[in-house]
């Protein structure tokens, strides 16, 4: 089945020191804990980013010192939100790709009922938009999915010329409002993608685990870990570093035969430029 892509989100939009004392969440915090995560093997980084008050945001200049930072340090591969959090503002959520040029960037590909209590806007406007500037900037979409309509959604894209082939695809189970983190599931959406896709997924919480044994066990082109989706190591064990998830990955995917992409192995699996 090859390598295994493997991708470290060190921070997300939700956890805070109150949920955790662990989650890195200014610049030089989490750009230390990606170097730490690039020498225990992870392929790629996806990057958030937190106001002076540690809440959720796009806030360009957060990002410009976390890519320096890093791209001084190693050759992970980057990979920028465009969401950030909720109800931020449509040019702030793609300043950071068209500025700083990761080799990927984040294309939420519909809107959801977040947390059951909010919305998680993603208007069609905006995608094509979004897909547009993507291309126009050699910056490759990973396309999240949070529920089955999503995938059609891309799919239309793709007919549009908003998307392009191959896709990628970041299958996101066990999202309050989205899709539940379950292998049934996980395979029935792993089958509906075009055949030259690329894949990976993540659980959130307790789906951690279950949809990484699943991903390495149906196939995925990658899986994706870290305190952005989970911020426990084992049921009441907090993890004391994203480093944790990244070792246990490499653990589980040996046992199956399965060695973690470099990042160069990565930017070649998925048609990256470099």
């Known amino acids: ?6 991708t470290v989100a060190t921070t997300g939009a939700w956890p805070t020191k109150k949920e955790t004392p662990y989650v ?8 230390e804990e990606v170097y730490q995560c690039w020498k225990a093997g992870a392929s790629i980084a996806h990057i958030h980013v937190r106001d002076d008050e540690d809440k959720a945001s796009m806030k360009f200049e957060k990002f410009e010192e976390i890519v ?17 959090g909720i109800g931020l503002m449509e040019e702030d959520r793609i300043k950071p790709f068209i500025e700083l040029r990761p080799e990927m960037a984040s294309f939420d590909a519909g809107t959801m009922n ?30 999240e999915v949070f529920d089955l ?53 993540f659980g959130v919480g307790a789906g951690q685990i279950p949809m990484l044994f699943a991903a390495i066990a149906f196939g995925a ?10 911020v426990y190591y084992s049921k009441g064990v907090l993890a004391k570093s994203n480093v944790e998830f990244v070792e246990r990955v490499k653990r589980l995917a040996s046992e199956y035969g399965r060695e973690i992409a470099t990042p160069d192995e990565a930017r070649k699996i998925l048609g990256l430029r470099k």
């Open 1 to 6: 089945m090859g390598k295994l892509v493997l």
């Open 149 to 201: 309509g999503m995938i059609y959604n891309a799919l239309y894209y793709l007919k549009k010329g908003i998307l392009k082939a191959p896709l990628h695809f970041q299958f996101c189970m066990g999202c309050p409002g989205g899709v539940t983190a379950t292998e049934d599931n996980l395979l029935y959406m792993k089958n509906l993608i075009p055949k030259d896709a690329t894949w990976s997924t």
């Open 114 to 143: 977040w947390m059951h209590s909010t919305v998680f806007e993603n208007n069609p406007m905006f995608l094509e938009r979004l897909g547009a500037k993507m291309q126009e900037c050699n910056v490759k979409p990973e396309i």
């Open 24 to 31: 890195p969440l200014k610049p030089k915090e989490i750009a």
């Open 221 to 230: 082109t990658g899986v994706r870990v870290g305190m952005e989706d989970n």
């Open 68 to 84: 320096k930072l890093v791209r001084e340090r190693c050759d992970i591969v980057l990979n920028l939100t465009t969401s950030g």
